[in-house]
Protein backbone atom coordinates (compact mmCIF):
# COMPACT_ATOMS: atom_id res chain seq x y z
CA UNK A 1 0.00 0.00 0.00
CA UNK A 2 1.21 3.57 -0.90
CA UNK A 3 0.20 6.85 0.36
CA UNK A 4 0.88 9.86 -1.44
CA UNK A 5 -0.13 13.50 -0.41
CA UNK A 6 0.45 15.84 -2.16
CA UNK A 7 1.40 20.05 -1.51
CA UNK A 8 2.24 23.12 -2.76
CA UNK A 9 -0.41 23.87 -4.94
CA UNK A 10 -1.66 27.84 -4.71
CA UNK A 11 -2.85 31.31 -6.85
CA UNK A 12 -0.03 32.52 -8.64
CA UNK A 13 -0.01 34.97 -11.55
CA UNK A 14 0.73 34.19 -14.96
CA UNK A 15 4.71 33.46 -16.16
CA UNK A 16 5.02 32.76 -12.17
CA UNK A 17 6.53 29.46 -11.20
CA UNK A 18 5.77 27.14 -8.60
CA UNK A 19 6.69 23.67 -7.54
CA UNK A 20 4.24 20.57 -6.05
CA UNK A 21 5.25 18.01 -4.15
CA UNK A 22 4.09 14.23 -3.51
CA UNK A 23 5.68 12.49 -0.49
CA UNK A 24 4.76 8.74 -0.65
CA UNK A 25 4.50 6.37 2.54
CA UNK A 26 6.51 3.09 1.94
CA UNK A 27 9.95 1.10 1.77
CA UNK A 28 8.77 0.43 -2.15
CA UNK A 29 8.78 4.19 -3.28
CA UNK A 30 11.38 3.95 -5.76
CA UNK A 31 10.54 0.82 -7.59
CA UNK A 32 7.45 2.67 -8.85
CA UNK A 33 6.75 4.98 -12.00
CA UNK A 34 5.38 8.14 -10.83
CA UNK A 35 3.29 10.36 -12.57
CA UNK A 36 1.70 13.81 -12.48
CA UNK A 37 -1.88 14.40 -14.09
CA UNK A 38 -4.64 17.48 -13.99
CA UNK A 39 -8.51 18.44 -13.89
CA UNK A 40 -9.56 21.49 -15.12
CA UNK A 41 -13.14 22.28 -14.18
CA UNK A 42 -15.48 20.75 -16.89
CA UNK A 43 -12.45 18.53 -18.54
CA UNK A 44 -11.70 15.20 -18.16
CA UNK A 45 -8.24 14.51 -16.28
CA UNK A 46 -5.04 14.26 -18.40
CA UNK A 47 -1.07 13.63 -18.14
CA UNK A 48 1.00 16.14 -17.24
CA UNK A 49 4.32 14.37 -16.71
CA UNK A 50 5.89 11.77 -15.33
CA UNK A 51 9.06 9.57 -14.42
CA UNK A 52 10.05 5.94 -14.88
CA UNK A 53 11.64 4.25 -11.68
CA UNK A 54 14.49 4.79 -14.03
CA UNK A 55 14.79 8.53 -13.92
CA UNK A 56 13.73 8.67 -17.85
CA UNK A 57 10.76 11.10 -17.93
CA UNK A 58 7.85 12.08 -20.04
CA UNK A 59 5.75 15.14 -20.62
CA UNK A 60 2.78 16.45 -22.73
CA UNK A 61 3.32 18.38 -25.48
CA UNK A 62 0.96 21.09 -23.62
CA UNK A 63 3.80 21.57 -21.06
CA UNK A 64 7.12 20.21 -22.27
CA UNK A 65 9.74 22.51 -21.70
CA UNK A 66 8.00 24.73 -19.13
CA UNK A 67 7.63 21.76 -16.50
CA UNK A 68 9.94 19.28 -15.28
CA UNK A 69 9.31 15.88 -13.21
CA UNK A 70 11.88 15.03 -10.54
CA UNK A 71 12.24 12.64 -7.60
CA UNK A 72 13.76 12.03 -4.62
CA UNK A 73 14.43 8.15 -4.00
CA UNK A 74 16.20 9.05 -0.34
CA UNK A 75 13.05 11.29 0.63
CA UNK A 76 10.58 9.33 -1.48
CA UNK A 77 8.95 12.54 -3.43
CA UNK A 78 8.40 13.33 -6.70
CA UNK A 79 8.13 16.76 -8.01
CA UNK A 80 6.43 18.65 -10.96
CA UNK A 81 8.36 22.25 -11.10
CA UNK A 82 6.29 24.34 -13.47
CA UNK A 83 7.84 27.52 -14.93
CA UNK A 84 6.24 30.17 -17.07
CA UNK A 85 2.56 29.05 -15.80
CA UNK A 86 -0.29 30.04 -18.12
CA UNK A 87 -4.06 30.56 -16.98
CA UNK A 88 -4.54 27.12 -18.89
CA UNK A 89 -2.56 25.17 -16.40
CA UNK A 90 -5.47 26.20 -13.99
CA UNK A 91 -6.63 22.39 -12.59
CA UNK A 92 -6.33 20.47 -9.58
CA UNK A 93 -3.22 18.33 -9.89
CA UNK A 94 -2.80 14.80 -9.32
CA UNK A 95 0.27 12.35 -8.48
CA UNK A 96 -0.21 8.87 -8.93
CA UNK A 97 2.05 5.54 -8.41
CA UNK A 98 2.29 2.18 -11.02
CA UNK A 99 4.01 -0.14 -11.33
CA UNK A 100 3.60 -0.76 -15.02
CA UNK A 101 5.24 1.54 -17.00
CA UNK A 102 2.72 2.97 -18.90
CA UNK A 103 3.07 6.78 -17.50
CA UNK A 104 0.46 8.10 -19.80
CA UNK A 105 -1.59 5.60 -19.17
CA UNK A 106 -4.28 6.69 -15.75
CA UNK A 107 -5.14 2.79 -15.37
CA UNK A 108 -1.59 2.11 -15.19
CA UNK A 109 -1.42 3.52 -11.80
CA UNK A 110 -2.26 1.86 -9.12
CA UNK A 111 -2.21 4.90 -6.36
CA UNK A 112 -3.43 8.01 -6.34
CA UNK A 113 -3.29 11.70 -4.26
CA UNK A 114 -5.91 13.91 -3.30
CA UNK A 115 -4.80 16.55 -5.19
CA UNK A 116 -3.61 20.24 -4.85
CA UNK A 117 -5.05 23.21 -6.51
CA UNK A 118 -3.46 25.28 -8.88
CA UNK A 119 -4.73 28.47 -9.80
CA UNK A 120 -2.86 30.87 -11.92
CA UNK A 121 -4.44 34.74 -12.98
CA UNK A 122 -4.12 36.26 -15.89
Known amino acids: QVQLVESGGGLVQAGDSLTLSCAAS????????MGWFRQAPGKEREFVGG???????DYADSVKGRFTVSRDNAKNTVYLQMNSLKPEDTAVYYC????????????????WGQGTQVTVSS
Open 26 to 33: GRTFSSYA
Open 51 to 57: IWSSGVT
Open 96 to 111: AAGRSGFLRLQSAYDY
